[in-house]
């Protein structure tokens, strides 16, 4: 988001998180809290909280302007319904200010919630869902974003729109990207994921100019993984290949790393 509030001078612009798959490996169940809603009632389901480390905070392909270019913290809670329906928070250190008139760093928070469900005897998964990105201290950066996915076993694929325009994105610009994850020997979880964007090019913070594109290959993402021999503890390292921003402006390669834990 960063690089979206000084793309007008700098050609670098908003994207949404990138967590490493890999760190989140474990689910907790609510049955085994005595401090959450007993099964059998309306509001059964799982709660699952995460905290990790990570050796920077690349969003969505954003290489050469990271959301935070040294260790960002990150983490979060997501509770699951047994009846499909959940709703999550999730924050992340930034390295920067989200607003210009402030000094320091902000703190993104994503507020999340939908639904997911199956189409019964096809395999097929689907989820419709919602985030909410807020940036404390922030100016003009509030954004509400849809999200719909389709799911078969390990891979899936999910598009994200924008519904208001904000400093680092434009109404109607839309994230696509589609994920496959494959168990390897000893634990290992290998995830590709490849990510492009469909944009509006006018906006109310970001007008079009001459260089702006209607649509750009993003990123693809190669992460392994593998556990910690600490309950609920996962490390990670992925490999982004970067592609292009909404002005043409290719990416560098980066690697991420990362130390995670679920409980």
Do not use: C
């Amino acid at each position: 988001m960063k690089a979206a509030i000084v793309k007008t001078a700098t050609l670098k612009t908003l994207v949404s998180s990138l967590v490493l798959l890999g760190g989140l490996s474990q689910v907790a169940h609510a049955d085994a809290n005595p401090n959450l809603v007993q099964a059998g009632t309306s509001l059964e389901g799982n709660l699952t909280g995460n905290i990790g480390v990570y050796s920077k905070y690349v969003l969505r392909g954003i290489t050469n302007a990271p959301e935070q270019d040294g260790a960002a913290v990150q983490g979060g809670v997501d509770y699951v319904l047994k009846n499909g329906f959940y709703a999550g928070y999730w924050f992340s250190s930034l390295g920067y200010s989200a607003d210009p008139a402030k000094t320091g760093n902000s703190v993104e928070s994503n507020f999340v919630g939908g639904y997911t469900g199956a189409i019964d005897s096809t395999g097929i998964g689907y989820t419709i869902g919602g985030t909410v990105y807020v940036y404390t201290p922030g100016k003009d950066t509030t954004a509400f974003e849809t999200k719909l996915g389709l799911s078969y076993g390990s891979a899936s694929i999910t598009a994200q729109t924008l519904l208001n325009d904000v400093t680092f994105g434009n109404k109607g610009d839309t994230y696509f990207l589609a994920s496959y994850a494959h168990a390897l020997p000893k634990d290992f979880t290998l995830t590709g994921q490849v990510g492009a964007y469909a944009y509006k090019k006018d906006g109310e913070f970001l007008p079009e100019t001459a260089d702006s594109e209607g649509f750009a290959f993003r990123h693809a993402t190669i992460a392994l993984s593998h556990p910690l021999p600490v309950k609920g503890g996962t490390w990670g390292v992925q490999y982004i290949i970067g592609g292009s921003d909404r002005y043409g402006v290719h990416q560098d390669n980066t690697i991420v790393g990362s130390l995670a834990l679920t409980f």
